[in-house]
Protein backbone atom coordinates (compact mmCIF):
# COMPACT_ATOMS: atom_id res chain seq x y z
CA UNK A 1 0.00 0.00 0.00
CA UNK A 2 1.45 3.49 -0.72
CA UNK A 3 2.21 5.20 2.01
CA UNK A 4 0.37 8.76 0.93
CA UNK A 5 -2.91 6.49 1.21
CA UNK A 6 -5.03 6.20 4.39
CA UNK A 7 -5.60 2.37 4.75
CA UNK A 8 -9.04 1.52 6.04
CA UNK A 9 -9.69 -1.25 8.71
CA UNK A 10 -12.54 -4.00 9.83
CA UNK A 11 -14.07 -3.88 12.77
CA UNK A 12 -12.27 -0.36 13.45
CA UNK A 13 -13.23 1.13 17.04
CA UNK A 14 -15.75 4.62 16.57
CA UNK A 15 -13.96 7.57 15.32
CA UNK A 16 -12.52 10.01 18.16
CA UNK A 17 -13.57 13.47 18.74
CA UNK A 18 -12.65 15.87 15.61
CA UNK A 19 -8.94 17.04 17.42
CA UNK A 20 -7.78 12.98 18.26
CA UNK A 21 -6.73 11.07 15.86
CA UNK A 22 -8.15 7.00 16.25
CA UNK A 23 -4.77 5.40 17.48
CA UNK A 24 -7.15 2.67 18.44
CA UNK A 25 -6.80 1.02 15.24
CA UNK A 26 -2.76 0.43 15.80
CA UNK A 27 -3.92 -1.69 18.86
CA UNK A 28 -6.89 -3.68 17.30
CA UNK A 29 -4.18 -4.50 14.10
CA UNK A 30 -1.77 -5.94 16.92
CA UNK A 31 -4.05 -7.63 19.10
CA UNK A 32 -5.59 -9.32 15.45
CA UNK A 33 -2.28 -9.87 14.78
CA UNK A 34 -1.26 -11.90 17.94
CA UNK A 35 -4.74 -13.65 17.56
CA UNK A 36 -3.98 -15.06 14.19
CA UNK A 37 -0.98 -15.87 14.96
CA UNK A 38 -1.95 -18.12 17.75
CA UNK A 39 -4.93 -19.65 16.69
CA UNK A 40 -3.01 -20.58 13.13
CA UNK A 41 -0.82 -23.70 15.96
CA UNK A 42 -3.81 -25.55 16.74
CA UNK A 43 -4.17 -27.44 19.91
CA UNK A 44 -3.57 -26.20 23.17
CA UNK A 45 -0.53 -24.24 23.92
CA UNK A 46 2.06 -23.41 26.77
CA UNK A 47 3.69 -19.68 26.53
CA UNK A 48 6.65 -18.78 27.63
CA UNK A 49 6.60 -14.49 27.75
CA UNK A 50 9.93 -12.68 27.45
CA UNK A 51 9.79 -10.54 30.58
CA UNK A 52 10.72 -7.64 28.65
CA UNK A 53 7.04 -7.98 26.77
CA UNK A 54 4.72 -9.51 29.64
CA UNK A 55 3.54 -6.29 30.97
CA UNK A 56 3.09 -4.53 27.34
CA UNK A 57 1.67 -7.40 25.60
CA UNK A 58 -0.56 -7.74 28.73
CA UNK A 59 -1.84 -4.40 28.05
CA UNK A 60 -2.42 -5.27 24.05
CA UNK A 61 -4.23 -7.73 24.39
CA UNK A 62 -6.87 -7.27 26.87
CA UNK A 63 -8.45 -10.35 27.10
CA UNK A 64 -7.18 -13.43 24.82
CA UNK A 65 -10.16 -15.02 23.31
CA UNK A 66 -11.00 -19.02 23.90
CA UNK A 67 -9.93 -19.32 20.24
CA UNK A 68 -6.39 -19.10 20.62
CA UNK A 69 -6.22 -22.18 22.78
CA UNK A 70 -3.80 -21.00 25.65
CA UNK A 71 -4.45 -23.02 28.77
CA UNK A 72 -0.86 -22.61 30.44
CA UNK A 73 1.38 -19.27 30.52
CA UNK A 74 5.36 -19.25 32.21
CA UNK A 75 7.67 -16.92 32.66
CA UNK A 76 11.07 -17.08 30.46
CA UNK A 77 14.09 -16.75 32.67
CA UNK A 78 17.88 -18.17 32.86
CA UNK A 79 17.11 -19.54 37.03
CA UNK A 80 14.11 -22.29 36.63
CA UNK A 81 13.99 -24.76 33.87
CA UNK A 82 10.06 -25.20 33.90
CA UNK A 83 8.20 -28.05 32.41
CA UNK A 84 5.30 -27.44 29.88
CA UNK A 85 2.16 -29.25 30.33
CA UNK A 86 1.52 -29.30 26.12
CA UNK A 87 2.55 -30.80 23.56
CA UNK A 88 3.09 -27.24 21.81
CA UNK A 89 5.18 -24.66 23.13
CA UNK A 90 5.48 -20.94 21.98
CA UNK A 91 8.54 -18.53 23.05
CA UNK A 92 7.38 -14.45 22.83
CA UNK A 93 10.42 -12.91 23.10
CA UNK A 94 12.82 -9.88 22.05
CA UNK A 95 15.23 -10.61 19.38
CA UNK A 96 18.25 -9.82 22.34
CA UNK A 97 20.82 -12.72 22.30
CA UNK A 98 20.75 -12.84 26.32
CA UNK A 99 16.89 -13.61 25.64
CA UNK A 100 17.87 -16.51 22.99
CA UNK A 101 20.12 -17.77 25.61
CA UNK A 102 16.91 -18.26 28.12
CA UNK A 103 14.89 -20.23 25.24
CA UNK A 104 17.99 -22.45 24.98
CA UNK A 105 18.21 -22.92 28.23
CA UNK A 106 14.76 -23.88 29.25
CA UNK A 107 14.36 -25.89 25.94
CA UNK A 108 17.43 -28.00 26.84
CA UNK A 109 15.23 -29.00 30.53
CA UNK A 110 12.51 -31.15 28.06
CA UNK A 111 14.05 -31.89 24.78
CA UNK A 112 11.70 -34.82 23.90
CA UNK A 113 7.96 -35.06 22.95
CA UNK A 114 7.37 -31.16 21.72
CA UNK A 115 6.29 -28.86 19.33
CA UNK A 116 8.93 -25.50 20.00
CA UNK A 117 7.66 -22.05 18.18
CA UNK A 118 9.46 -18.68 18.72
CA UNK A 119 7.27 -16.03 18.26
CA UNK A 120 9.91 -12.42 17.37
CA UNK A 121 8.30 -8.83 18.82
CA UNK A 122 8.97 -6.52 16.72
CA UNK A 123 11.04 -8.53 14.22
CA UNK A 124 13.39 -10.90 13.30
CA UNK A 125 17.45 -10.72 13.37
CA UNK A 126 19.80 -12.70 12.06
CA UNK A 127 22.45 -13.11 15.22
CA UNK A 128 19.35 -14.60 17.11
CA UNK A 129 18.41 -17.20 14.53
CA UNK A 130 22.20 -17.97 14.08
CA UNK A 131 22.15 -18.29 18.32
CA UNK A 132 19.48 -20.83 17.84
CA UNK A 133 20.65 -22.99 14.96
CA UNK A 134 23.79 -23.89 16.95
CA UNK A 135 21.56 -25.56 19.21
CA UNK A 136 19.31 -27.28 15.86
CA UNK A 137 16.01 -26.84 17.85
CA UNK A 138 14.04 -24.84 16.09
CA UNK A 139 13.12 -25.55 12.30
CA UNK A 140 12.30 -22.58 9.59
CA UNK A 141 8.74 -22.72 9.56
CA UNK A 142 8.57 -22.47 13.25
CA UNK A 143 10.12 -19.20 13.05
CA UNK A 144 7.81 -15.93 13.32
CA UNK A 145 7.83 -12.85 13.58
CA UNK A 146 5.15 -9.71 14.07
CA UNK A 147 5.96 -6.45 13.96
CA UNK A 148 4.24 -4.63 16.81
CA UNK A 149 5.23 -1.48 17.06
CA UNK A 150 3.87 1.99 18.48
CA UNK A 151 1.40 1.15 21.15
CA UNK A 152 -1.25 3.45 22.14
CA UNK A 153 -1.01 4.23 25.97
CA UNK A 154 -3.79 6.99 25.79
CA UNK A 155 -5.36 8.74 22.82
CA UNK A 156 -2.05 11.00 23.06
CA UNK A 157 0.73 8.69 23.67
CA UNK A 158 2.02 6.18 21.52
CA UNK A 159 5.15 3.58 22.68
CA UNK A 160 7.57 1.31 21.21
CA UNK A 161 7.84 0.52 24.95
CA UNK A 162 11.40 -0.83 23.87
CA UNK A 163 13.08 -2.18 27.19
CA UNK A 164 16.71 -0.83 27.57
CA UNK A 165 16.27 1.75 24.56
CA UNK A 166 17.62 4.23 26.64
CA UNK A 167 21.22 2.15 26.95
CA UNK A 168 21.03 1.11 24.06
CA UNK A 169 20.98 4.55 22.93
CA UNK A 170 23.90 5.50 24.76
CA UNK A 171 25.97 3.75 24.36
CA UNK A 172 25.60 2.21 20.99
CA UNK A 173 25.63 -1.24 21.45
CA UNK A 174 22.62 -2.08 19.58
CA UNK A 175 20.87 0.70 16.91
CA UNK A 176 17.93 -1.45 15.82
CA UNK A 177 15.52 0.73 17.20
CA UNK A 178 16.36 3.33 14.51
CA UNK A 179 14.91 0.42 12.19
CA UNK A 180 11.81 0.15 15.31
CA UNK A 181 11.27 3.79 14.60
CA UNK A 182 11.65 4.03 11.21
CA UNK A 183 8.61 1.44 10.51
CA UNK A 184 6.64 2.44 12.91
CA UNK A 185 6.45 5.82 11.51
CA UNK A 186 5.78 4.25 8.18
CA UNK A 187 3.16 2.70 9.41
CA UNK A 188 1.55 5.70 10.82
CA UNK A 189 1.77 6.76 7.53
CA UNK A 190 0.24 3.28 5.71
CA UNK A 191 -2.79 4.33 8.30
CA UNK A 192 -3.19 7.75 8.96
CA UNK A 193 -1.96 9.15 5.65
CA UNK A 194 1.66 10.39 4.56
CA UNK A 195 2.96 13.57 7.01
CA UNK A 196 3.56 16.18 4.95
CA UNK A 197 5.59 18.17 7.42
CA UNK A 198 8.82 16.38 9.07
CA UNK A 199 11.08 17.91 11.26
CA UNK A 200 14.39 16.55 12.89
CA UNK A 201 16.57 17.46 15.61
CA UNK A 202 19.56 15.58 16.68
CA UNK A 203 21.75 13.34 14.50
CA UNK A 204 19.85 9.77 15.08
CA UNK A 205 16.35 11.69 14.05
CA UNK A 206 18.10 13.07 11.76
CA UNK A 207 19.64 9.94 9.90
CA UNK A 208 15.83 8.15 10.06
CA UNK A 209 14.62 10.84 8.82
CA UNK A 210 16.54 11.34 5.88
CA UNK A 211 16.02 7.59 4.87
CA UNK A 212 12.06 8.54 5.33
CA UNK A 213 12.74 10.97 3.04
CA UNK A 214 14.85 9.10 0.50
CA UNK A 215 11.96 6.43 0.15
CA UNK A 216 8.82 8.75 0.60
CA UNK A 217 5.87 9.21 -2.58
CA UNK A 218 6.35 13.36 -3.06
CA UNK A 219 2.81 14.56 -1.85
CA UNK A 220 0.57 16.24 -4.26
CA UNK A 221 -0.76 19.07 -1.73
CA UNK A 222 -4.21 18.94 -4.67
CA UNK A 223 -5.34 15.79 -4.31
CA UNK A 224 -7.03 15.97 -0.89
CA UNK A 225 -7.21 11.90 -0.33
CA UNK A 226 -3.89 12.41 0.23
CA UNK A 227 -4.42 14.52 3.55
CA UNK A 228 -3.18 12.58 6.63
CA UNK A 229 -4.61 12.60 10.13
CA UNK A 230 -1.31 14.20 11.02
CA UNK A 231 -0.01 17.12 9.61
CA UNK A 232 3.89 17.50 11.15
CA UNK A 233 5.96 15.15 13.25
CA UNK A 234 8.95 16.90 14.91
CA UNK A 235 11.73 13.94 15.97
CA UNK A 236 14.00 14.79 18.89
CA UNK A 237 17.18 12.99 19.95
CA UNK A 238 17.30 12.07 23.51
CA UNK A 239 20.72 13.73 24.07
CA UNK A 240 19.58 17.25 23.18
CA UNK A 241 18.79 17.49 26.70
CA UNK A 242 20.15 15.19 29.62
CA UNK A 243 19.16 17.32 31.84
CA UNK A 244 15.76 16.74 32.90
CA UNK A 245 15.54 12.63 32.67
CA UNK A 246 18.05 12.81 36.06
CA UNK A 247 15.49 15.57 37.67
CA UNK A 248 12.13 14.56 39.52
CA UNK A 249 8.99 15.98 38.26
CA UNK A 250 6.62 17.24 40.68
CA UNK A 251 3.28 15.61 38.64
CA UNK A 252 1.34 12.88 40.27
CA UNK A 253 1.65 10.88 37.56
CA UNK A 254 5.38 11.68 37.55
CA UNK A 255 5.92 10.61 41.36
CA UNK A 256 4.09 7.59 41.02
CA UNK A 257 6.55 6.31 38.16
CA UNK A 258 9.53 7.37 40.61
CA UNK A 259 8.01 5.35 43.22
CA UNK A 260 6.34 2.43 41.96
CA UNK A 261 7.90 2.51 38.09
CA UNK A 262 4.89 2.30 35.35
CA UNK A 263 4.78 0.02 33.17
CA UNK A 264 2.58 -0.44 30.24
CA UNK A 265 0.12 2.29 32.28
CA UNK A 266 -0.52 -0.04 35.29
CA UNK A 267 1.66 -0.77 38.71
CA UNK A 268 1.88 -2.79 41.26
CA UNK A 269 0.98 -2.05 44.98
CA UNK A 270 1.00 -3.37 48.11
CA UNK A 271 -2.60 -3.33 49.18
CA UNK A 272 -1.96 -2.11 52.35
CA UNK A 273 -0.88 1.01 50.80
CA UNK A 274 -4.55 1.20 48.89
CA UNK A 275 -6.57 0.18 51.46
CA UNK A 276 -4.96 0.78 55.01
CA UNK A 277 -8.26 0.18 56.59
CA UNK A 278 -8.68 -3.31 55.37
CA UNK A 279 -5.90 -4.69 57.66
CA UNK A 280 -7.39 -3.16 61.14
CA UNK A 281 -11.07 -4.93 60.30
CA UNK A 282 -10.54 -8.62 62.03
CA UNK A 283 -14.12 -9.17 60.27
CA UNK A 284 -12.45 -8.27 56.99
CA UNK A 285 -11.39 -11.12 54.26
CA UNK A 286 -7.76 -12.00 53.48
CA UNK A 287 -6.88 -9.49 51.16
CA UNK A 288 -3.99 -10.37 48.52
CA UNK A 289 -0.64 -9.11 49.22
CA UNK A 290 -0.33 -7.28 46.16
CA UNK A 291 -2.68 -5.35 44.11
CA UNK A 292 -2.15 -4.19 39.95
CA UNK A 293 -3.51 -0.60 39.21
CA UNK A 294 -4.03 0.43 35.79
CA UNK A 295 -3.80 4.47 35.16
CA UNK A 296 -5.11 5.40 32.36
CA UNK A 297 -7.69 8.16 30.98
CA UNK A 298 -10.62 5.22 31.49
CA UNK A 299 -10.04 6.15 35.05
CA UNK A 300 -11.79 9.29 35.07
CA UNK A 301 -10.06 10.48 38.70
CA UNK A 302 -6.66 9.90 37.12
CA UNK A 303 -7.02 11.70 34.07
CA UNK A 304 -8.26 14.66 35.67
CA UNK A 305 -4.71 15.00 38.05
CA UNK A 306 -2.38 12.86 36.26
CA UNK A 307 -0.33 15.92 35.75
CA UNK A 308 -1.36 18.46 38.06
CA UNK A 309 1.43 19.31 40.43
CA UNK A 310 1.40 16.80 43.34
CA UNK A 311 1.02 19.51 46.49
CA UNK A 312 -2.25 20.79 44.49
CA UNK A 313 -4.07 17.32 44.92
CA UNK A 314 -5.06 17.58 48.66
CA UNK A 315 -7.90 20.65 47.63
CA UNK A 316 -8.78 18.34 44.03
CA UNK A 317 -9.19 15.29 45.77
CA UNK A 318 -11.52 17.56 48.80
CA UNK A 319 -13.36 18.71 45.75
CA UNK A 320 -14.28 14.97 44.52
CA UNK A 321 -15.42 13.87 47.44
CA UNK A 322 -17.64 16.66 48.15
CA UNK A 323 -19.05 15.79 44.45
CA UNK A 324 -19.81 12.06 45.99
CA UNK A 325 -21.46 13.27 49.10
CA UNK A 326 -23.78 16.13 47.24
CA UNK A 327 -24.82 13.49 44.94
CA UNK A 328 -25.42 10.58 48.07
CA UNK A 329 -27.27 13.28 49.88
CA UNK A 330 -29.62 13.97 46.40
CA UNK A 331 -31.64 11.04 47.75
CA UNK A 332 -33.02 12.05 51.00
CA UNK A 333 -34.63 15.22 49.38
CA UNK A 334 -37.83 15.27 48.12
CA UNK A 335 -38.49 13.90 44.98
CA UNK A 336 -41.49 13.03 42.37
CA UNK A 337 -41.38 9.62 40.13
CA UNK A 338 -39.59 11.33 37.31
CA UNK A 339 -36.91 12.76 39.86
CA UNK A 340 -36.52 9.94 41.06
CA UNK A 341 -35.87 7.90 38.08
CA UNK A 342 -33.35 10.76 36.81
CA UNK A 343 -31.39 10.54 40.15
CA UNK A 344 -31.18 6.89 39.85
CA UNK A 345 -30.30 7.10 36.34
CA UNK A 346 -27.56 9.80 37.35
CA UNK A 347 -26.39 6.89 39.94
CA UNK A 348 -25.81 4.31 37.22
CA UNK A 349 -24.07 6.46 35.08
CA UNK A 350 -21.33 7.68 37.91
CA UNK A 351 -21.19 4.43 38.96
CA UNK A 352 -20.86 5.88 42.75
CA UNK A 353 -19.88 2.45 44.56
CA UNK A 354 -16.88 2.46 42.13
CA UNK A 355 -16.06 6.09 41.74
CA UNK A 356 -15.59 6.10 45.54
CA UNK A 357 -13.34 3.16 45.78
CA UNK A 358 -11.34 4.57 42.92
CA UNK A 359 -10.97 8.09 44.66
CA UNK A 360 -10.02 6.46 47.91
CA UNK A 361 -7.16 4.20 45.85
CA UNK A 362 -6.13 7.91 44.65
CA UNK A 363 -5.64 9.13 48.11
CA UNK A 364 -4.06 6.42 49.85
CA UNK A 365 -2.10 6.36 46.84
CA UNK A 366 -1.14 10.21 47.10
CA UNK A 367 -0.44 10.06 51.18
CA UNK A 368 2.14 7.15 50.39
CA UNK A 369 4.01 9.37 47.99
CA UNK A 370 3.99 12.11 50.58
CA UNK A 371 5.16 10.41 53.63
CA UNK A 372 7.69 9.29 50.63
CA UNK A 373 8.52 12.64 50.21
CA UNK A 374 8.65 14.00 53.70
CA UNK A 375 11.62 11.46 53.80
CA UNK A 376 14.69 13.59 55.26
CA UNK A 377 17.18 11.69 52.55
CA UNK A 378 14.27 12.87 49.89
CA UNK A 379 14.22 16.11 51.15
CA UNK A 380 18.35 16.15 50.90
CA UNK A 381 18.35 14.56 47.44
CA UNK A 382 15.92 16.99 45.71
CA UNK A 383 17.47 20.25 47.93
CA UNK A 384 20.41 19.27 45.77
CA UNK A 385 19.16 18.39 42.73
CA UNK A 386 17.96 21.85 42.93
CA UNK A 387 21.22 23.71 43.74
CA UNK A 388 22.92 21.54 41.20
CA UNK A 389 20.40 23.21 38.45
CA UNK A 390 20.77 26.56 39.60
CA UNK A 391 24.11 26.37 39.74
CA UNK A 392 25.63 26.86 43.19
CA UNK A 393 28.59 26.50 44.98
CA UNK A 394 30.16 23.40 43.18
CA UNK A 395 32.58 23.04 46.41
CA UNK A 396 29.86 22.69 48.71
CA UNK A 397 27.79 20.05 46.13
CA UNK A 398 30.92 17.81 45.94
CA UNK A 399 30.79 17.71 49.83
CA UNK A 400 27.09 17.07 49.94
CA UNK A 401 27.33 13.79 47.37
CA UNK A 402 30.59 12.78 49.25
CA UNK A 403 28.57 13.15 52.50
CA UNK A 404 25.73 11.26 51.23
CA UNK A 405 27.96 8.29 49.85
CA UNK A 406 29.62 7.44 53.27
CA UNK A 407 26.09 7.55 54.85
CA UNK A 408 25.44 4.55 52.18
CA UNK A 409 22.58 7.21 50.88
CA UNK A 410 20.52 4.74 47.84
CA UNK A 411 23.45 4.31 45.12
CA UNK A 412 21.16 4.98 41.97
CA UNK A 413 20.15 8.17 43.30
CA UNK A 414 24.23 9.25 44.17
CA UNK A 415 25.10 7.91 39.95
CA UNK A 416 21.90 9.79 39.14
CA UNK A 417 22.80 13.30 40.86
CA UNK A 418 26.97 12.68 39.74
CA UNK A 419 24.95 12.44 36.15
CA UNK A 420 23.16 15.51 36.53
CA UNK A 421 26.10 17.34 37.82
CA UNK A 422 28.20 16.37 35.05
CA UNK A 423 26.15 17.29 32.19
CA UNK A 424 25.01 20.82 33.62
CA UNK A 425 28.99 21.27 34.25
CA UNK A 426 29.59 20.57 30.75
CA UNK A 427 31.57 17.71 32.43
CA UNK A 428 33.88 18.05 35.33
CA UNK A 429 37.39 18.68 35.63
CA UNK A 430 39.43 15.26 35.16
CA UNK A 431 41.00 15.34 38.66
CA UNK A 432 37.23 16.35 40.53
CA UNK A 433 35.88 13.61 38.39
CA UNK A 434 38.36 10.48 39.21
CA UNK A 435 37.99 11.61 42.67
CA UNK A 436 34.70 11.54 42.96
CA UNK A 437 34.61 7.49 41.43
CA UNK A 438 36.89 6.74 43.54
CA UNK A 439 34.83 8.07 46.72
CA UNK A 440 32.19 6.38 45.13
CA UNK A 441 33.52 2.93 44.32
CA UNK A 442 35.51 3.37 47.97
CA UNK A 443 31.81 3.49 49.78
CA UNK A 444 29.80 0.88 47.65
CA UNK A 445 32.66 -1.80 46.24
CA UNK A 446 34.48 -1.83 43.01
CA UNK A 447 31.65 -4.15 41.24
CA UNK A 448 30.11 -1.05 40.34
CA UNK A 449 33.32 0.14 38.34
CA UNK A 450 31.14 -1.26 35.23
CA UNK A 451 28.40 0.76 35.93
CA UNK A 452 30.71 3.78 36.20
CA UNK A 453 32.83 2.58 33.09
CA UNK A 454 29.37 2.75 31.22
CA UNK A 455 28.22 6.10 32.84
CA UNK A 456 31.58 7.70 30.91
CA UNK A 457 31.42 5.50 27.78
CA UNK A 458 27.71 7.65 27.67
CA UNK A 459 29.14 10.99 28.30
CA UNK A 460 26.72 11.00 31.08
CA UNK A 461 29.92 10.90 33.45
CA UNK A 462 32.76 13.04 31.42
CA UNK A 463 35.84 15.26 32.01
CA UNK A 464 35.00 18.62 31.33
CA UNK A 465 34.76 20.18 27.61
CA UNK A 466 32.73 22.91 25.81
CA UNK A 467 29.99 21.11 24.13
CA UNK A 468 27.64 22.41 26.28
CA UNK A 469 27.27 25.99 28.17
CA UNK A 470 24.46 25.25 30.55
CA UNK A 471 24.02 28.99 31.85
CA UNK A 472 24.04 30.23 28.65
CA UNK A 473 20.89 27.34 27.75
CA UNK A 474 18.99 28.46 31.08
CA UNK A 475 19.44 32.19 30.01
CA UNK A 476 18.41 31.95 26.13
CA UNK A 477 15.68 29.31 26.56
CA UNK A 478 14.65 31.08 30.25
CA UNK A 479 14.14 27.59 31.52
CA UNK A 480 14.39 28.82 35.43
CA UNK A 481 10.96 30.34 36.38
CA UNK A 482 11.49 32.03 40.22
CA UNK A 483 7.88 32.80 40.50
CA UNK A 484 6.20 29.52 38.85
CA UNK A 485 2.50 28.62 39.73
CA UNK A 486 1.68 25.47 40.69
CA UNK A 487 -2.04 25.79 40.99
CA UNK A 488 -3.60 27.29 37.72
CA UNK A 489 0.06 27.05 36.20
CA UNK A 490 0.92 29.61 32.93
CA UNK A 491 3.70 27.88 31.37
CA UNK A 492 5.40 24.63 31.91
CA UNK A 493 7.69 25.15 34.77
CA UNK A 494 5.05 23.72 37.03
CA UNK A 495 6.23 20.98 36.57
CA UNK A 496 9.88 20.53 38.02
CA UNK A 497 9.04 23.83 40.68
CA UNK A 498 10.29 26.35 38.46
CA UNK A 499 12.75 24.50 36.20
CA UNK A 500 10.86 24.10 32.35
CA UNK A 501 12.52 21.15 30.68
CA UNK A 502 14.89 22.03 27.99
CA UNK A 503 13.58 19.84 25.65
CA UNK A 504 9.70 21.34 25.48
CA UNK A 505 10.97 24.49 26.00
CA UNK A 506 12.89 24.16 22.59
CA UNK A 507 9.13 22.99 21.05
CA UNK A 508 7.58 26.17 22.43
CA UNK A 509 10.70 28.53 21.47
CA UNK A 510 10.48 27.08 17.62
CA UNK A 511 6.46 27.74 17.69
CA UNK A 512 6.91 31.07 18.78
CA UNK A 513 9.55 31.68 16.46
CA UNK A 514 7.49 30.60 13.50
CA UNK A 515 9.77 27.82 12.73
CA UNK A 516 12.78 26.20 12.78
CA UNK A 517 14.69 28.54 10.75
CA UNK A 518 13.68 31.33 12.85
CA UNK A 519 15.18 29.28 15.96
CA UNK A 520 18.33 27.89 14.18
CA UNK A 521 20.58 30.40 16.11
CA UNK A 522 19.21 28.19 19.16
CA UNK A 523 19.03 24.80 17.59
CA UNK A 524 22.93 25.19 17.37
CA UNK A 525 23.39 25.04 21.09
CA UNK A 526 22.26 21.68 21.41
CA UNK A 527 23.72 18.63 19.71
CA UNK A 528 23.29 16.95 16.63
CA UNK A 529 22.19 18.01 12.86
CA UNK A 530 18.99 19.51 12.15
CA UNK A 531 16.71 19.01 9.65
CA UNK A 532 13.21 20.81 8.24
CA UNK A 533 11.80 21.48 4.55
CA UNK A 534 12.21 24.80 2.84
CA UNK A 535 8.10 25.03 2.99
CA UNK A 536 7.91 25.03 7.02
CA UNK A 537 6.06 28.50 6.97
CA UNK A 538 2.65 26.29 5.23
CA UNK A 539 2.55 24.74 8.37
CA UNK A 540 3.90 27.17 10.95
CA UNK A 541 1.57 29.58 9.43
CA UNK A 542 -1.18 27.49 9.70
CA UNK A 543 -4.41 27.78 11.51
CA UNK A 544 -7.70 26.23 12.59
CA UNK A 545 -9.45 24.97 9.52
CA UNK A 546 -13.16 23.95 9.22
CA UNK A 547 -13.50 20.24 8.36
CA UNK A 548 -15.47 19.68 5.29
CA UNK A 549 -18.98 18.82 5.44
CA UNK A 550 -19.11 19.60 9.40
CA UNK A 551 -19.51 22.50 11.59
CA UNK A 552 -16.13 20.77 13.79
CA UNK A 553 -12.56 22.98 13.59
CA UNK A 554 -9.72 20.56 13.40
CA UNK A 555 -6.25 21.50 14.71
CA UNK A 556 -3.30 20.76 13.57
CA UNK A 557 -2.17 17.83 14.91
CA UNK A 558 1.79 17.59 15.78
CA UNK A 559 3.50 14.17 16.66
CA UNK A 560 6.93 15.04 18.90
CA UNK A 561 8.51 12.08 18.87
CA UNK A 562 11.46 11.28 21.32
CA UNK A 563 14.10 8.80 20.47
CA UNK A 564 16.00 6.99 23.58
CA UNK A 565 12.91 7.82 25.71
CA UNK A 566 10.99 10.23 27.63
CA UNK A 567 9.85 11.38 30.97
CA UNK A 568 6.68 11.92 32.46
CA UNK A 569 7.41 14.90 33.25
CA UNK A 570 8.13 16.03 29.28
CA UNK A 571 4.98 14.17 28.57
CA UNK A 572 2.88 16.58 31.07
CA UNK A 573 4.73 19.70 29.73
CA UNK A 574 3.79 18.59 25.96
CA UNK A 575 0.13 18.42 27.03
CA UNK A 576 0.39 22.01 28.22
CA UNK A 577 1.54 23.29 25.27
CA UNK A 578 -2.10 22.53 23.78
CA UNK A 579 -3.00 25.58 25.91
CA UNK A 580 -0.29 27.73 24.84
CA UNK A 581 -1.01 27.00 21.35
CA UNK A 582 -5.00 26.80 21.30
CA UNK A 583 -4.93 25.71 17.20
CA UNK A 584 -2.64 22.70 17.57
CA UNK A 585 -2.92 19.51 18.98
CA UNK A 586 0.62 17.77 20.42
CA UNK A 587 0.57 14.06 19.99
CA UNK A 588 3.69 12.04 21.75
CA UNK A 589 5.15 9.44 20.91
CA UNK A 590 8.49 7.81 22.02
CA UNK A 591 10.72 4.23 21.79
CA UNK A 592 9.96 4.44 25.58
CA UNK A 593 8.64 6.01 28.96
CA UNK A 594 11.91 6.72 31.42
CA UNK A 595 12.80 8.31 34.75
CA UNK A 596 16.64 8.85 36.04
CA UNK A 597 16.30 5.59 38.44
CA UNK A 598 15.17 3.62 35.70
CA UNK A 599 18.42 5.43 33.09
CA UNK A 600 20.64 4.24 35.62
CA UNK A 601 19.12 1.12 36.11
CA UNK A 602 19.88 0.09 32.20
CA UNK A 603 23.32 1.16 32.59
CA UNK A 604 24.21 -0.86 35.13
CA UNK A 605 25.92 -4.10 34.52
CA UNK A 606 25.61 -3.79 30.43
CA UNK A 607 29.14 -4.22 28.88
CA UNK A 608 29.61 -1.94 26.62
CA UNK A 609 31.00 -2.42 23.25
CA UNK A 610 33.05 0.21 23.66
CA UNK A 611 34.13 -0.62 27.07
CA UNK A 612 37.48 -0.93 27.31
CA UNK A 613 38.54 -3.80 29.77
CA UNK A 614 42.54 -3.32 29.62
CA UNK A 615 41.96 0.19 30.57
CA UNK A 616 39.44 -0.47 33.91
CA UNK A 617 42.04 -2.95 35.25
CA UNK A 618 44.42 -0.87 34.81
CA UNK A 619 42.71 2.34 37.11
Not at 46 to 59: A, H, M, N, P, R
Not at 240 to 259: H, K
Request: hydrophobic content about 40%.
Amino acid sequence: MESGKKQSMDSAPAGPPADQTNFGLLRLYFQNSFFKYFESIKGKKTIYFDDGLLKVLSFVFGQMPQSANIDETLPLNAKDQLQPINEKVIFVVRPELDVIRKVIFQQKGWMTGKEFYILYVPRRTIECDEELEKEKIFSEERVSQIAMDLIPLEEDLLSLELADNFSHYMLGDDDNYKVYVQTSINRLETVFGQIKFKFAKGDDASQILSRINQSAIPIDSSNQTNESEIDAMIMLDRNIDMVTPFCVNQTYEGLIDEIFRIQSCSITVDTSIIKPDAQKDPKAPPMEPVKILTLTNDDKIFKDVRDKHFNTLESTFSQKVQQIQNIVKEKDAPQSIDELEAYITKLRNMDIAKGKDILTHHINLAFYINTQMKNIDYQHCYGLEQKIILGEDLKQILQTLENKMVKQYSKDKILRLMCLLSVTQSGLKADILESLRKFYLMNFGYLEIITLMNLQDAKLLRVKDKKLDWAKLKKTFKLINEETRIQDPVDISYVYNGYSPLSIKLIEFIFNQGGFAKTDDKLKLLPGQVIYPPNENEFFGAKIQTISNSDQQRKKRVLIYFIGGITYGEIAAIRFLNKLFKDRKFIIATTQIINGETCIEMMRGKISNNLNLQSLLKK
